[in-house]
């Protein structure tokens, strides 16, 4: 009787526990997680701490801990089998795709709305070999937070080397503005100065304060991210 009361407390804790420990994750964005789903991630954590719990603490029941194992295995084997019959319920544990570039032009609601910074969305970018925003057609940051990149190539329109012409701005580019705030170190690298920026800018009638984002390369061409972009496709799971 009294192991039965405790095989049903070990299983109320589980039942209990795993919901707010869902709202936890889910709140904590895509960044935390790496590549594993929300509810995966929340099954190993719970796994690691019960089987440290158990060879830290010889007075715990060992064969408690075996339940509890053996009752988050169940857990997530029922959770994974819900989450491929039912869409409904597979959305409400994990996170959709964002879109976070799209023609080029960062998308600045969706980016703060999962919490990431330009600097996050530049890094992700060149750890793909993009340095220059205007070679992205499409960038999506997935439910695992990694970024998958959709190239301006051959398949959606000829280049300008496909025609034989020479390109007018160079592949590789360096931030200049962000969020309003000028990389001065940028602009003395290309060897220009703030007044050949205002007056750039003037020309575009374009003020500074304005700027999301914005980046030039060696050659002085400025490239900047319209706030105003075309509505980005849906993506889905």
Not at 2 to 19: N, Q, S, V, W
Request: charged share 20%; hydrophobic share 45%.
């Amino acid at each position: 009787m009294e192991t039965m009361k405790d095989l049903l407390l070990i299983a109320g804790r589980i039942l209990t526990i795993y919901p707010l420990m869902l709202i936890v994750g889910l709140f904590m964005g895509k960044r935390s997680l790496g590549e594993l789903p929300v509810f995966d991630f929340l099954v190993v954590l719970s796994l690691g701490s019960v089987v440290g719990a158990d060879i830290a603490e010889p007075s715990i029941n060992h064969f408690h801990i075996a339940i509890a194992i053996v009752l988050l295995g169940l857990l997530q084997r029922i959770v994974s089998l819900l989450a491929i019959k039912s869409r409904k319920f597979g959305k409400l544990i994990s996170f959709e795709p964002t879109i976070v570039i799209h023609q080029g032009n960062l998308l600045v609601k969706n980016i703060r709305k999962i919490r990431y910074s330009i600097d996050n969305i530049l890094q992700m970018l060149r750890e793909k070999d993009v340095f220059h925003l205007p070679d992205v057609e499409l960038a999506i940051v997935e439910a695992n937070g990694k970024l998958t990149v959709y190239k301006n190539g051959p398949k959606s329109a000829p280049t300008l080397e496909d025609l034989g012409l020479t390109r007018p701005q160079s592949d590789l580019s360096y931030p200049l503005i962000v969020e309003g705030t000028l990389y001065t170190n940028t602009l003395s690298y290309i060897k220009k100065d703030t007044f050949w920026l205002t007056s750039q800018l003037e020309a575009k009638g374009i003020r500074q304060d304005d700027i999301f984002f914005a980046s030039v390369d060696d050659k002085g061409m400025i490239y900047i991210s319209n706030k105003t972009a075309i509505r980005p496709p849906p993506i889905r799971h």
